[in-house]
């Protein structure tokens, strides 16, 4: 059978175990943003280096109709 001490020694370990879970899920989610900021700001350089690229291009030339039609 068993004792209420036991099950409160089972119920601590389980609840300082989900503790460190908890704990390395928020340090992994941390990490995740700093990783998804790092990763924005990458792409906004690269929109913005985009954008430059086609001012600089010059005018577009819109596609027509080829001139048998």
Partial sequence: MVMPADRL????IRAAEQEKTIEELSEQVAEQWKTIDRL???????????VDLEER???RHEAGKPPHW
């Fill in 9 to 12: 020694t089972t119920l601590e």
């Fill in 40 to 50: 924005r700001k990458t792409i906004d350089q690269l929109a913005d280096r985009f």
């Fill in 57 to 59: 291009a010059g005018p």
